[in-house]
Nanobody, 128 residues
Framework: QVQLVESGGGLVQAGGSLRLSCAASGSILNIPNLGWYRQAPGNQRELVAGIVSGGSTNYADSVKGRFTISRDNDQKTAYLQMNSLKPEDTGVYYC??????????????????????WGQGTQVTVSS
């Protein structure tokens, strides 16, 4: 019903940059909040950056000043520009939407709420 597809990961040397993309697809009426999370081996998944439809953003302290989250005007694609990458930024990066409103003609309202949607993840590896 709703899919999030990440792309843009890869291998980069420390100090380099990568730009991740997260494209949302489906019969989406509203997808106000998008976030980027990452998970390193042996660690819990952690929030890296988030953005709401009004444009407000928040970042983990470890990436402030280096990463920038943004989204397209259609609100269905989010980006994570990662600069000055460090080896500790290595991990699988996931896109998340905590709430999505979609068209659903099978319901009385013609809409349906979908909660906590995750993409499949994209690997980011930063070598020292």
């Amino acid at each position: 019903q709703v899919q999030l597809v990440e792309s843009g990961g890869g291998l980069v040397q420390a100090g380099g940059s990568l730009r991740l993309s997260c494209a949302a697809s489906g019969s989406i009426l509203n997808i106000p909040n998008l976030g980027w999370y990452r998970q390193a081996p042996g660690n819990q998944r952690e929030l890296v950056a988030g953005i709401v439809s009004g444009g407000s953003t928040n970042y983990a302290d470890s990436v402030k000043g280096r990463f920038t989250i943004s989204r397209d005007n259609d609100q269905k694609t989010a980006y994570l520009q990662m600069n000055s990458l460090k080896p500790e930024d290595t991990g699988v990066y996931y896109c998340n939407a905590d709430w999505v409103l979609i068209r659903d003609h099978t319901t009385g309202t013609g809409t349906k709420e979908i909660f906590d949607v995750w993409g499949q993840g994209t690997q980011v590896t930063v070598s020292s």
